[in-house]
């Protein structure tokens, strides 16, 4: 490969649309979106002797100029996103400019990327990136980069947060304390792409992020906080100073250590998204969640809200037991033990996971229309109902939890302050009774149109 011509780099990094701000408008608007981690963590790695004029355009903000003018691209790739990012790819190259292609789709199946970049990257990027930067201002950038298994998250640079304008989001105060986790659902992207092996940085360098921030509340991307309890403990001790109040993931298992939950609860946290996933055990075991038990779902909440913390209690519905009626009895326990925002979603077999092998040999999966591997599309057929009455029963079930009468009972138990409550409800409440407006993809349009002339 031919060094740049020019004596600076000119790199852009993109984010391409998502699923779901492919459309930019509705409940999710721009205000309402934390600022991503990626590109700020991607400009951050930029050697600093490389002279390189960055430029990063998120497409949930903005749009990707027509006569972008670069040496070379990057683009970070999740699976609902890899349509738009292939097709952009392949612009760029017929223009002569040089891409690269990463992460988790990438990560997933570098094979179904590999024939839209100049490069592709495997894995985490800590290592690589530099690397591959330093190669391509050499002339000898590789077709492909694989992450290192003896990868360290320690003394890393701080994410470059100024790459995106702050006033485009609701908030850039997001922070990673740790990567992956320990367990192995199977329908879940983190054990197929990078192991169950926590990646951790050191606290310190956690709370100097904070601090560098002067941040008052904080938001924990982490996919489960507490998969190593030794490092969750000090890591929530070292919160405890600052009195900021945050917001973070974590399983139910939680819940099950009351010392750790209390010091969850001192550290500042004010909300958890769990994972509940299903109200029918059989389905919890057979996808690796069998920790999560339905009965106690309400103890739970009760738990949490003792200590004045929310819970986003998240379900999936499609699961080989799931039955016709399992939508609406999921959408009335979430209302029953006061989940303080239930959220709904179709199982989707994300290539390259346990789930997605299995369906494809028992040769139910649909379709490869990555843009529609959302959680919001049936791409597979489900073992106990239609696509179409799975669709349906999903929609429904968010309907009735955003009601106006459900709200009022949720929001009396609430652990929130009610008028965050109120906002975070009826910001929902839009995205409900909406969600058609967000099932328009051409090919989902012809497939309900003949599914409903054929009676489907």
């Given at each position: 490969?031919?060094a740049?011509?020019?004596?600076?780099?000119?790199?852009?990094?993109?984010?391409?649309?998502?699923?779901l701000?492919?459309?930019?408008?509705?409940?999710?608007?721009?205000s309402?979106?934390?600022?991503?981690l990626?590109l700020?963590?991607?400009?951050?790695?930029?050697?600093?002797?490389?002279?390189?004029?960055?430029?990063?355009?998120?497409?949930?903000?903005?749009?990707v100029?027509?006569?972008?003018?670069?040496?070379l691209?990057?683009?970070?790739?999740?699976t609902?996103?890899?349509?738009?990012?292939?097709?952009?790819?392949?612009q760029f190259?017929?223009?002569g400019?040089?891409?690269?292609l990463?992460?988790p789709?990438v990560?997933?199946?570098?094979?179904?990327?590999?024939?839209?970049?100049?490069?592709?990257?495997v894995?985490?990027a800590e290592d690589?990136?530099?690397?591959?930067?330093?190669d391509?201002?050499?002339?000898?950038?590789?077709?492909?980069?694989?992450?290192?298994?003896?990868l360290?998250?320690a003394e890393?640079?701080l994410?470059?947060?100024k790459v995106?304008?702050?006033?485009?989001f609701?908030t850039?105060?997001v922070f990673?304390?740790?990567?992956s986790c320990?367990?192995?659902?199977?329908f879940?992207v983190?054990?197929?792409a990078?192991?169950?092996?926590?990646?951790?940085?050191?606290?310190?360098?956690?709370?100097?992020?904070?601090?560098?921030?002067k941040?008052?509340q904080a938001?924990f991307?982490?996919l489960?906080?507490?998969?190593d309890?030794?490092?969750?403990?000090?890591l929530f001790?070292a919160l405890?100073?600052?009195k900021?109040?945050?917001?973070g993931?974590?399983?139910?298992?939680?819940?099950?250590?009351?010392?750790?939950l209390d010091?969850?609860s001192?550290?500042?946290?004010r909300?958890?998204?769990?994972g509940?996933?299903?109200?029918?055990?059989s389905?919890l075991?057979?996808?690796?969640?069998?920790?999560n038990?339905?009965t106690e779902?309400?103890?739970?909440v009760?738990?949490?809200h003792?200590?004045?913390?929310?819970?986003q209690g998240?379900?999936?519905?499609?699961?080989?037991?799931d039955?016709?009626e399992?939508?609406?009895?999921?959408?009335?326990?979430a209302?029953d033990?006061?989940?303080?925002?239930?959220?709904?979603?179709?199982?989707?077999?994300f290539p390259?996971?346990?789930?997605?092998?299995?369906l494809?040999?028992?040769?139910?999966?649909?379709?490869k229309?990555?843009?529609l591997?959302?959680?919001?599309?049936?791409?597979?057929q489900?073992?106990?109902?239609?696509p179409?009455?799975?669709?349906q029963?999903?929609?429904?079930?968010?309907k009735?939890v955003?009601?106006?009468?459900?709200?009022?009972r949720r929001?009396?138990?609430?652990?929130a302050?009610?008028?965050?409550?109120?906002?975070?409800?009826f910001?929902?409440?839009?995205?409900a009774?909406?969600l058609?407006?967000?099932?328009?993809?051409d090919?989902?349009i012809?497939?309900?149109?003949?599914?409903?002339?054929?009676?489907?």
């Open positions: 490969m031919d740049p011509s020019a004596t600076r780099i000119r790199l852009t990094l993109i984010s391409p649309k998502g699923p701000y492919r459309h930019r408008k509705g409940a999710f608007k721009k309402l979106r934390y600022m991503p990626t700020p963590t991607l400009a951050a790695l930029i050697p600093a002797d490389l002279p390189v004029d960055l430029t990063c355009i998120d497409e949930g903000i903005g749009d100029p027509e006569d972008l003018q670069a040496d691209i990057g683009m970070t790739v999740i609902g996103t890899a349509q738009r990012a292939y097709a952009l790819a392949d190259r017929k223009r400019i040089r891409v690269v990463g992460g789709h990560t997933l199946v570098p094979e179904d990327a590999q024939p839209h970049a100049d490069s592709i990257v894995g985490y690589e990136w530099p690397r591959l930067l330093r391509f201002a050499a002339g000898n950038m590789l077709p492909r980069y694989n992450q290192s298994p003896n360290c998250l890393r640079p994410p470059n947060r995106l304008p702050r006033r485009s609701l850039d105060n990673e304390a740790t990567r320990i367990h192995s659902c199977d879940c983190a054990p197929s990078w192991g169950r092996k926590p990646l951790q940085k050191p606290v310190e360098e956690v709370v100097a992020d904070l601090k560098r921030q941040a008052r938001i991307v982490d489960n906080l507490i998969s309890r030794d490092y969750a403990q000090s001790e405890i100073p600052l900021i109040q945050w917001y993931l974590s399983t139910t298992l939680l819940c099950k250590d009351l010392p750790l010091l969850v001192r550290s500042g946290c909300g958890l998204l769990m509940l996933e299903s109200i029918t055990s389905n075991k057979s996808s690796g969640k069998g920790f038990k339905p779902y309400k103890e739970v009760d738990l949490l003792k200590r004045k913390i929310s819970l998240c379900f999936v519905f499609g699961l080989d037991e039955t016709p399992i939508m609406a009895e999921t959408a009335r326990l209302v033990i006061g989940i303080d925002l239930p959220r709904f979603a179709v199982i989707t077999p390259g996971t346990g789930l997605f092998h299995k494809e040999a028992q040769g139910r999966i649909l379709h229309n990555w843009e591997y959302d959680g919001q599309h049936v791409v597979f489900p073992a106990r109902m239609s179409e009455t799975l669709l029963g999903t929609e429904a079930a968010w009735y955003y009601s106006f009468p459900s709200i009022a929001l009396r138990r609430t652990a302050p009610w008028y965050v409550a109120l906002m975070t409800n910001g929902y409440r839009y995205y009774y909406h058609s407006s967000y099932y328009n993809c090919w989902f012809s497939t309900r149109a003949s599914q409903s002339s054929a009676g489907g």
